[in-house]
């Protein structure tokens, strides 16, 4: 057995897990978990990356021994470091609006179709591409020597060594994902200087030993190597889906819900970005082809200004409310920023001639039916765009635990959901690091390994889809 420690950085939390990996074994523990609370400065909303850091830190003297550490977080957002090497200031949250019309002015000179036949990517206001366009003519752009993504920062201040992390560098929309290199031609138009980029590391890189100053805060003994892992959280999540075969589908579930396909390439037709998926890198060359829909950030908020409610009891109380009596768009921008979640989502029901849902099990029954038909929509939609047919879903992460919601997924699609594992970046995380150090074989191993050790539930079609279809319908009325 060897131990690995897993940081997993989520948007509102984060976590050191410990795997302990055998020839015939997979466990996972939680050494220490903390908040991850974003600050509203003058500036804008900030990440408070040395809170997390911290966590780190102390989730790392909680794990006690380990062979090696892997990190993976959110995509897309960075921090900036000088000629020395020290932070500029805290990273830029990617809710903060300082990218609002920024795309037109990038469109202005890479039109959007160009840019999707170059990066693949998915339109999102908050994309890094976009973030550096709006950071242009800031001070602290300007005295930049460096550019780190979130886990390739706190890689850094582990081991004083620096690397950019391929699957977490495809969502910056400066890759291409047809040869897994930089798009130097979209950034050379758009003044993006590649040069603060550290080399591109892939899974399974060594990235360096925790230095001797992290070994004395930690208690650990050395050398402790840190080792490169899918970095962006869902190309770990997607690593450790336990499915057998290629047909399947996933939805990694949390603050986000990402639905689509893994492919051997990139999809980079005009239906396919008229559609708004992406073509993200994943372990071993591959693509993951997803939409991003708003997920069950759509339900934290809500809880969040009830005043955190029993999340068990709301969820049977939803239960009760009749199915599919009120819906909205869970990928519309227009739910993007925090606040007011119950009232917004009142008001797209009210504008959209619906029965206006009031009550809070009225609310949450309505954002995990409106959940389930964009994972439905995104499901059907993958499969069309890339010739590629599925026969079952699985559910990862944390809505793997919602069981209503998993239960409306598999009669929106019509198809079998395979639920779990919950923790599936972590243990993504996990399985790359016991792979890089010679304790599991290729990805079709690593899942097997998956769905020997951890708990699955399945969920089969009831009804008819052609509820879901008319509720559907109703949306695209609009």
Not at 87 to 95: C, E, K, Q, T, V
Not at 174 to 193: E, K, N, Q
Not at 258 to 272: D, I, K, N, Q, R
Not at 433 to 460: F, N
Request: charged share 20%; glycine share 10%.
């Amino acid at each position: 057995m060897k131990s690995y420690a897993a940081v997993d950085l989520g948007a509102s939390s984060g976590r050191v897990m410990v795997g302990r990996v055998g020839p015939d074994s997979l466990d996972l523990t939680e050494a220490h978990r903390f908040p991850n609370r974003p600050v509203r400065t003058p500036e804008g909303l900030r990440w408070d990356i040395l809170a997390l850091y911290a966590g780190v830190l102390d989730g790392l003297r909680a794990a006690g021994h380990v062979d090696s550490v892997g990190i993976d977080s959110w995509a897309v957002d960075y921090g900036l470091l000088d000629a020395d090497g020290a932070l500029l200031g805290n990273p830029a949250h990617y809710r903060d609006p300082r990218t609002q019309g920024v795309a037109e002015q990038v469109w202005a000179t890479v039109p959007a179709a160009e840019l999707y036949a170059a990066t693949g990517l998915q339109y999102a206001p908050f994309n890094t591409l976009y973030q550096l366009v709006a950071a242009r003519s800031t001070a602290q752009l300007a005295h930049a020597k460096r550019l780190l993504l979130i886990p390739d920062l706190l890689a850094y201040w582990l081991t004083g060594e620096a690397g950019t992390e391929l699957t977490n560098a495809s969502t910056t929309q400066l890759i291409d994902p047809r040869t897994g290199d930089w798009s130097y031609d979209v950034a050379a138009r758009l003044g993006i200087d590649l040069e603060l980029f550290a080399p591109l590391r892939r899974p399974g890189d060594p990235a360096g030993l925790l230095r001797q100053s992290v070994l004395e805060e930690t208690g650990l003994t050395g050398p402790v190597p840190v080792t490169t892992v899918g970095s962006h959280d869902t190309a770990s999540a997607v690593a450790a889906v336990p499915a057998a075969g290629e047909r399947f589908a996933y939805i990694c579930t949390g603050t986000w819900s990402l639905a689509g396909l893994e492919l051997t390439a990139p999809v980079l037709t005009e239906a396919s970005r008229a559609a708004n998926f992406t073509n993200e890198l994943g372990l071993d060359g591959t693509v993951r082809y997803l939409r991003n829909i708003m997920g069950l950030w759509l339900l934290q908020e809500c809880v969040r200004e009830w005043g955190h409610p029993d999340l068990g009891e709301l969820l049977s109380a939803a239960a009760e409310v009749p199915a599919l009596r009120s819906v909205v768009d869970a990928g519309d921008a227009a739910f993007l920023a925090p606040g007011r979640m119950p009232s917004r989502i009142a008001d797209a029901c009210r504008e959209s001639g619906q029965p206006v849902p009031g009550s809070r099990a009225e609310i949450t029954r309505c954002i995990l039916d409106s959940l389930a038909l964009a994972h439905r929509r995104a499901v059907f939609e993958a499969q069309e765009l890339a010739g590629h047919p599925v026969d079952v879903v699985h559910i990862v992460g944390g809505g793997a635990r919602n069981a209503l919601l998993c239960r409306l997924t598999a009669d929106a699609c019509g198809l079998p959901v395979v639920a779990g594992p919950a923790e599936a970046a972590a243990l993504g995380n996990v399985l790359v690091q016991a792979r890089a150090h010679g304790q599991v074989g290729d990805r079709a191993e690593m899942r097997e390994l998956l769905s020997r050790t951890q708990p699955l539930t399945r969920y089969e079609p009831q009804g008819t889809t052609a509820t879901w279809q008319a509720a559907e319908d109703r949306l695209t009325a609009r």
